[in-house]
């Protein structure tokens, strides 16, 4: 079992930047990759973004390439997502999720979530 705990979301104005932060706890030897998405009220949940925790390698959603980056701290077993430019339409709930066998980027293929963090960008 992974256990996942997000922090760093909030409110900040259109344009302005936030640092989310997902801590994984439990059995995390297994873990390959995990992810960030999003949902806003009234709408699916949506991919922003991934990493392999393995290499590092990322996944960045087109809605958000260039203004959000994904990284992380192995040694904390932490995965930060870094939102800038931030707009009216990133207002969502955002949850992180892990997953031991990665087999794409869609939700249903993660086994794992955390409880989410509100973001909320006023213009």
């Known amino acids: 079992q992974v256990h996942l705990v997000e922090s760093g979301g909030g409110s900040v104005q259109a344009g302005g930047s936030l640092r989310l932060s997902c801590v994984q706890s439990?059995?995390?030897?297994?873990?390959?990759?995990m992810a960030w998405f999003r949902q806003a009220p009234g709408k699916g949940r949506e991919g922003v973004a991934g990493?392999?925790?393995?290499?590092?390698?990322?996944h960045i959603a087109d809605s958000v390439k260039g203004r959000f980056t994904i990284s992380q701290d192995n040694a904390k077993k932490t995965v930060y997502l870094q939102m800038g430019v931030l707009k009216s339409e990133d207002t969502a709930m955002y949850y992180c999720?892990?997953?031991?066998?990665?087999?794409?980027?869609?939700?249903?293929?993660?086994?794992?979530w955390g409880q989410g963090t509100q973001v909320t960008v006023s213009s």
């Open positions: 990493i392999y925790i393995s290499g590092g390698s990322t």
């Open positions: 439990g059995y995390t030897e297994r873990t390959m990759c």
């Open positions: 999720a892990a997953d031991h066998f990665c087999d794409s980027w869609s939700d249903t293929d993660f086994e794992y």
